[in-house]
């Protein structure tokens, strides 16, 4: 199946948009794939293949959408696909403006396109401009290079992000660091420094993705444990995303020689970094780290 773009949205609140769209992009001779228009045999297998095959995900966004199993489903497998660094793009399309955990966790600070309801010519003109920039752009991944600083400079109560209900630090990492992660967090819990990092900390039956996305909010600072590993990882992306959009302080350790891709060096491009392969408490790198994070939890 050749799918350009596949749509994900809310049936009740948003087909007249989305029939618009569609009708647009069509007349222009992209392919595109909708439910229930396009669903042939199973509902679930027949979504699913589609997304798959799909090279724009077009996210219809509003409050109805939000809400809906189907959307978030949808949703979460062309998230995998990011990660999977497959060709696939996200592109929200806003209706309406969404206070949604779950949908800032998945779609972070990607470029959102905002329309009225219902859109008019020129908005629809808009998104089928960008869905033809976008398939026409080359997917290229360039790599950029690590400004390393081994010294961390103690934060001044200015700078402090956080307060008296905020203090722990929020460490995100690939699962492949698995071990250093839980190494960095027995040194931090054992200086007296709360933290907080997924899976273990998020509580059953509650909503992954929302879970995280409140977590981060509410931390004091943010620990990037970066790698190569971390830095192929859409959900050390998506935390690192939120961190930087909701005011963090970041403190990244380099795990290994990582280069820094564009994503991660513009976002980290004010952040501090330090080196450090293994845990020895007597490192002075390790000794600057534990410090400089205790500051912004106990100030």
Not at 272 to 285: G, N
Request: charged share 25%.
């Amino acid at each position: 199946m050749n799918v350009d773009v596949f749509i994900s949205y809310h049936t009740n609140s948003s087909l007249h948009i989305v029939e618009a769209i569609v009708n647009k992009l069509e007349s222009v001779d992209l392919c595109c794939w909708y439910p229930p228009r396009n669903l042939m045999g199973d509902f679930n297998a027949s979504i699913c293949k589609a997304i798959s095959d799909c090279k724009i995900f077009l996210l219809i966004l509003n409050k109805a959408a939000s809400k809906s199993q189907h959307v978030l489903y949808e949703l979460d497998i062309a998230s995998k696909r990011l990660a999977k660094k497959e060709n696939i793009v996200i592109l929200p399309i806003c209706v309406e403006s969404v206070d949604s955990d779950i949908i800032d966790y998945y779609i972070g600070n990607l470029q959102r396109i905002f329309i009225d309801n219902p859109p008019n010519i020129n908005q629809i003109d808009e998104i089928c401009e960008k869905v033809k920039d976008i398939l026409k752009a080359e997917n290229a991944d360039l790599q950029g290079h690590t400004k390393e600083k081994a010294d961390l400079k103690m934060p001044s109560s200015d700078n402090v992000k956080g307060s008296s209900s905020m203090r722990y630090a929020f460490i995100s990492y690939s699962s492949k660091n698995q071990q250093m992660a839980d190494s960095f967090r027995t040194l931090f819990n054992q200086n007296g420094i709360k933290t907080w990092m997924a899976p273990g900390d998020i509580p059953f039956g509650s909503t992954y993705t929302a879970t995280i996305n409140r977590a981060i909010k509410d931390s004091s600072c943010f620990v990037l444990l970066l790698s190569e590993s971390a830095q192929g990882s859409r959900w050390v992306l998506n935390e690192t995303e939120r961190a930087v959009s909701t005011g963090k302080t970041i403190f990244t350790v380099l795990l290994d020689d990582v280069a820094m891709n564009d994503d991660f060096e513009i976002m980290l491009s004010t952040s501090q970094a330090v080196a450090i392969r293994k845990i020895d408490e007597s490192d002075e790198k390790i000794k600057q780290l534990v410090a400089a994070i205790k500051a912004y939890l106990l100030l």
